[in-house]
Protein backbone atom coordinates (compact mmCIF):
# COMPACT_ATOMS: atom_id res chain seq x y z
CA UNK A 1 0.00 0.00 0.00
CA UNK A 2 1.05 3.36 -1.03
CA UNK A 3 0.89 7.08 0.71
CA UNK A 4 0.82 9.58 -2.00
CA UNK A 5 0.43 13.25 -1.26
CA UNK A 6 -0.56 15.48 -4.10
CA UNK A 7 0.64 18.98 -2.89
CA UNK A 8 0.40 22.47 -4.73
CA UNK A 9 3.14 25.07 -4.73
CA UNK A 10 2.89 27.38 -2.50
CA UNK A 11 1.93 31.18 -3.38
CA UNK A 12 4.33 32.65 -6.16
CA UNK A 13 4.74 35.99 -7.50
CA UNK A 14 2.38 37.41 -9.71
CA UNK A 15 1.70 36.87 -13.66
CA UNK A 16 3.54 39.90 -15.12
CA UNK A 17 5.16 41.04 -18.53
CA UNK A 18 8.93 39.89 -19.06
CA UNK A 19 8.51 37.21 -16.09
CA UNK A 20 8.69 33.86 -17.88
CA UNK A 21 5.50 31.30 -15.97
CA UNK A 22 8.61 28.90 -14.96
CA UNK A 23 10.58 31.35 -13.13
CA UNK A 24 8.10 32.86 -10.99
CA UNK A 25 9.14 32.67 -7.67
CA UNK A 26 7.56 31.98 -3.97
CA UNK A 27 6.48 35.19 -2.41
CA UNK A 28 8.06 35.26 1.62
CA UNK A 29 4.18 34.61 2.63
CA UNK A 30 4.61 31.64 -0.26
CA UNK A 31 7.57 30.59 2.13
CA UNK A 32 5.85 30.84 4.96
CA UNK A 33 2.97 28.80 3.88
CA UNK A 34 5.45 26.35 2.89
CA UNK A 35 7.08 26.30 5.87
CA UNK A 36 3.63 25.78 8.05
CA UNK A 37 3.08 22.85 6.24
CA UNK A 38 6.59 21.16 6.33
CA UNK A 39 5.96 21.71 10.13
CA UNK A 40 2.61 20.19 9.91
CA UNK A 41 3.81 17.06 8.52
CA UNK A 42 6.71 16.88 10.67
CA UNK A 43 4.12 16.84 14.23
CA UNK A 44 2.33 14.46 12.08
CA UNK A 45 5.08 11.97 11.65
CA UNK A 46 5.32 12.21 7.81
CA UNK A 47 8.45 10.65 6.36
CA UNK A 48 8.38 10.06 2.45
CA UNK A 49 10.98 8.39 0.52
CA UNK A 50 10.84 10.50 -2.28
CA UNK A 51 9.33 13.95 -3.39
CA UNK A 52 8.17 14.52 -7.43
CA UNK A 53 8.43 17.54 -8.26
CA UNK A 54 7.71 19.95 -11.42
CA UNK A 55 10.71 21.43 -12.51
CA UNK A 56 8.82 25.25 -12.47
CA UNK A 57 10.66 27.04 -9.70
CA UNK A 58 7.91 28.07 -7.55
CA UNK A 59 7.33 23.80 -7.35
CA UNK A 60 10.77 23.09 -6.58
CA UNK A 61 11.17 25.98 -3.74
CA UNK A 62 8.34 24.29 -2.26
CA UNK A 63 9.85 21.05 -2.37
CA UNK A 64 13.00 22.46 -0.97
CA UNK A 65 11.51 23.41 1.64
CA UNK A 66 9.83 20.07 2.17
CA UNK A 67 12.89 18.35 1.72
CA UNK A 68 13.82 17.24 4.99
CA UNK A 69 10.96 15.49 5.32
CA UNK A 70 12.35 12.84 2.31
CA UNK A 71 15.33 10.77 1.45
CA UNK A 72 15.27 12.46 -2.10
CA UNK A 73 13.90 15.37 -4.27
CA UNK A 74 13.76 14.16 -8.30
CA UNK A 75 12.40 16.77 -10.81
CA UNK A 76 9.82 15.06 -12.76
CA UNK A 77 9.39 17.18 -16.11
CA UNK A 78 6.20 15.74 -17.12
CA UNK A 79 5.02 17.33 -13.92
CA UNK A 80 5.49 21.15 -15.34
CA UNK A 81 1.82 20.69 -17.37
CA UNK A 82 -0.47 18.56 -18.83
CA UNK A 83 0.34 15.28 -16.76
CA UNK A 84 -2.08 12.37 -15.70
CA UNK A 85 -3.31 10.07 -13.37
CA UNK A 86 -1.05 7.56 -15.34
CA UNK A 87 1.92 9.23 -14.76
CA UNK A 88 0.85 9.07 -10.93
CA UNK A 89 1.27 5.66 -11.02
CA UNK A 90 4.02 5.27 -12.95
CA UNK A 91 5.63 7.69 -9.68
CA UNK A 92 3.82 5.24 -7.23
CA UNK A 93 5.79 2.39 -8.34
CA UNK A 94 8.39 4.31 -6.79
CA UNK A 95 8.64 4.38 -3.39
CA UNK A 96 5.45 3.98 -0.50
CA UNK A 97 5.67 6.84 1.10
CA UNK A 98 5.85 9.38 -2.00
CA UNK A 99 5.11 13.48 -2.18
CA UNK A 100 4.40 14.86 -5.65
CA UNK A 101 5.03 18.65 -5.61
CA UNK A 102 2.92 20.16 -8.99
CA UNK A 103 0.48 22.60 -10.37
CA UNK A 104 -3.22 23.05 -11.26
CA UNK A 105 -5.92 22.01 -12.74
CA UNK A 106 -3.38 18.82 -13.14
CA UNK A 107 -3.21 17.95 -9.60
CA UNK A 108 -7.51 18.48 -9.11
CA UNK A 109 -7.62 16.01 -12.36
CA UNK A 110 -5.11 13.19 -10.61
CA UNK A 111 -7.38 13.28 -7.28
CA UNK A 112 -10.63 13.12 -9.18
CA UNK A 113 -9.33 10.20 -11.25
CA UNK A 114 -7.82 8.22 -8.48
CA UNK A 115 -10.66 9.02 -5.72
CA UNK A 116 -13.56 9.15 -8.72
CA UNK A 117 -15.47 12.30 -9.31
CA UNK A 118 -15.21 15.77 -11.08
CA UNK A 119 -11.97 17.82 -10.78
CA UNK A 120 -14.09 20.75 -9.21
CA UNK A 121 -14.52 18.07 -6.26
CA UNK A 122 -10.88 18.35 -5.31
CA UNK A 123 -9.99 22.11 -5.27
CA UNK A 124 -6.16 22.49 -4.22
CA UNK A 125 -5.20 25.79 -2.59
CA UNK A 126 -1.35 27.06 -2.70
CA UNK A 127 -0.16 24.67 -0.73
CA UNK A 128 -2.65 22.64 0.14
CA UNK A 129 -2.51 18.76 0.52
CA UNK A 130 -4.98 15.92 -0.26
CA UNK A 131 -3.04 12.64 1.39
CA UNK A 132 -4.54 9.91 -0.06
CA UNK A 133 -3.87 5.58 0.83
CA UNK A 134 -3.35 3.68 -2.46
CA UNK A 135 -4.58 0.44 -1.77
CA UNK A 136 -6.98 -2.01 -4.01
CA UNK A 137 -9.39 0.98 -3.52
CA UNK A 138 -7.51 4.67 -2.82
CA UNK A 139 -8.66 6.02 -0.06
CA UNK A 140 -8.68 10.04 0.85
CA UNK A 141 -6.72 9.83 3.84
CA UNK A 142 -6.80 13.82 5.02
CA UNK A 143 -6.90 17.15 3.49
CA UNK A 144 -4.75 19.78 4.89
CA UNK A 145 -5.43 23.78 3.60
CA UNK A 146 -3.39 27.09 4.51
CA UNK A 147 -6.20 28.03 6.69
CA UNK A 148 -6.17 24.73 8.32
CA UNK A 149 -2.75 24.88 8.54
CA UNK A 150 -2.63 28.37 10.59
CA UNK A 151 -4.78 27.27 12.58
CA UNK A 152 -3.43 24.02 13.93
CA UNK A 153 0.29 26.17 14.00
CA UNK A 154 -1.57 28.76 15.96
CA UNK A 155 -0.14 31.15 13.61
CA UNK A 156 -1.59 34.67 12.26
CA UNK A 157 0.50 35.76 9.50
Known amino acids: ???????????????????????????????????????ALERLGVRYEVIWTSPVLRARQTAEVLAPLAGAVIEEPALASGWDAELLARLR?????????????????????????????????????????????????YVLTPGLLKRLLGTDD
Open 93 to 141: ARGRAVAVVAHEPELSAAAAALLGGESATFPFKKSGLYAIRWGKRPQLR
Open 1 to 39: MTEVHLIRHARAQPRREGLPDEERRLTPAGLAQAERLRA
